[in-house]
């Protein structure tokens, strides 16, 4: 009898002696037992709405706050979002281990997966004669759920259209809030330079970051304001998004990020006149001989330059050229040659994942040092995404990143001149030109490491894979034959 009252009455039970516990607790001042109902529902979601948790995710990372931050121990961890990735990548790692056809089983033969698949391989690898074994561990675990989070769990979730337009307006949406933020607190200091650096703390660590990030949707709020699908009202925010991001970008005071957006324009423009691929590569090559024949007439010409940051918008873009007494493209410079000397050190495998910052004071040399180096190599990376892995997982690392790059580039164009003129196409071009931004911020900065950056960086990419895969070049051929039938 009262084993069929408790069989009948289970829950009851339950949350009566939940409340019963958790008030002795508390009445000892001890509160932890008060989040496990919301680890419950977390715990349900993730098994049984994994794309929503996915969702959330998207939207709280530009919301996100680094541990670091909040001065608990130095843990590099971002919060909500990253223990929800870590949580999310066990849960696919062991259903991927469990079951067969978790992913469609062209995504693993697609060419982006084949290198995403290599780079975590060598990673891997270059933990084993890693000058920091520990570091190396962390750093691939971090780039793991990152991957598995953004880039394998979202060509599930990209299988729906309508999810890819909600992965980049949730995050645009979360990227708004941190916007108007920053500008109303920049506001109280007149948008002026110097604090320009500091005031999206601490949703951001710095200003190179946040404009980094805004760069990567501007093409997207571009292309939503004119989206064929689109109605009205969403029209209408999807501008009052681009102004925010406009805003965004120009007080962010972000050079580099800058630099992003002009590289962008110049593919859209490539891409809009079809020029073949010869003539860019041609002219690429042409611009590089140039370079190296008239490299030394090119540095004096740059060194005498000498206008420096500034709340001066126009003698702000004119220091990006400034390599004799800016103070910031200077230490990217000494930066840089520490990446490459270490480089010549251990040229095959590397320092080791993760192990740039940690690694590179004693490979500065006395005449790159600036004003804002550090004796013990405290300031940050390699400020390039290329550099970095060049010094910490040798030449094979670098190529492999460049192949990323390389292959992305391919299928997106490719994709993208196949495309009729549509929604689709127009998330291709979005996806794309966002990439392309950080392709070029990479030159001049890293943030990879940052769920801010690695989760559009991972979904776009997913994107173009999945859009890639829905319409392949026989689908094309297919449209054409319609077209020429419907014609006659």
Not at 38 to 55: F, Q, S
Request: charged letters at 15%.
């Amino acid at each position: 009898m009262a084993f069929n009252l408790l069989k009948d009455r289970w829950i009851l039970v339950v949350c009566t002696t939940f409340i019963l516990l958790n008030a002795v607790l508390m009445a000892f001042e001890q509160y932890w037992l008060n989040l496990l109902p919301v680890a419950l529902i977390l715990g349900w979601a993730m098994i049984a709405r994994a794309d929503r948790v996915l969702l959330f995710i998207v939207f709280a990372t530009p919301l996100s706050i680094n541990m670091e931050q909040l001065d608990l121990g130095g843990i590099g961890v971002a919060i909500p979002t990253e223990p929800l990735m870590v949580c999310l990548t066990l849960l696919f790692l062991l259903k991927l281990g469990l079951e067969r056809g978790v992913l469609d089983a062209r995504v693993w033969r697609h060419p982006i997966t084949v290198v995403i698949i290599a780079q975590l391989v060598w990673m891997a690898f270059c933990i084993i004669p890693s000058s920091l074994p520990m570091v190396s561990v962390k750093y691939l675990a971090a780039r793991l759920w990152f991957v598995c989070t953004m880039y394998f769990m979202a060509t599930r979730l990209f299988e729906r259209p309508a999810n890819m337009q909600r992965f980049a307006w949730l995050y645009m949406a979360g990227l708004s809030i941190v916007i108007g933020y920053t500008l109303i607190r920049h506001a109280g200091f007149h948008f002026e330079h110097d604090p320009a650096h500091w005031v999206m703390e601490p949703f951001f660590k710095d200003h190179t970051s946040y404009g980094a990030i805004i760069a990567f949707f501007l093409p997207f709020a571009v292309t939503a304001v004119g989206l064929p699908d689109s109605s009205v009202p969403r029209r209408g925010v999807a501008v009052v998004f681009l102004l925010l991001l406009l805003l965004g970008m120009v007080f962010s005071y972000t050079r580099a990020a800058w630099v992003g957006v002009v590289a962008a324009l110049g593919v859209l423009l490539v891409l809009k006149l079809r020029v073949p691929g010869w003539i860019v590569f041609g002219t690429a090559l042409v611009a590089g001989g140039v370079y190296l024949v008239n490299r030394d007439q090119i540095t004096i010409a740059l060194e005498r330059n000498r206008q420096e940051s500034s709340d001066d918008l126009a003698k702000h873009v004119s220091s990006i050229s400034n390599i004799s007494s800016d103070a910031s493209n200077l230490e990217r410079i000494n930066r840089w040659n520490s990446a490459l000397r270490m480089f010549e050190e251990r040229p095959w495998t590397g320092w080791g994942p993760g192990t740039y910052m940690f690694q590179y004071a004693p490979f500065q040399a006395a005449a790159d040092r600036t004003i804002i180096s550090t004796n013990f190599g405290t300031g940050g990376n390699a400020h390039s995404e290329f550099l970095g892995p060049l010094s910490e997982q040798g030449l094979p690392g670098m190529l492999i990143v460049v192949a990323l790059i390389g292959v992305t580039t391919w299928t997106a164009v490719r994709l993208w001149l196949r495309l009729p003129p549509g929604a689709e196409r127009g998330m291709v071009g979005a996806a794309f030109l966002g990439l392309v931004s950080y392709y070029v911020h990479g030159t001049l900065n890293n943030f990879l490491d940052l769920d801010k950056a690695s989760v559009p960086f991972w979904g776009f990419t997913a994107m173009l894979v999945v859009m890639d895969l829905r319409n392949p070049p026989a689908a094309q051929a297919k449209r054409q034959v319609s077209s020429a039938i419907s014609s006659r």
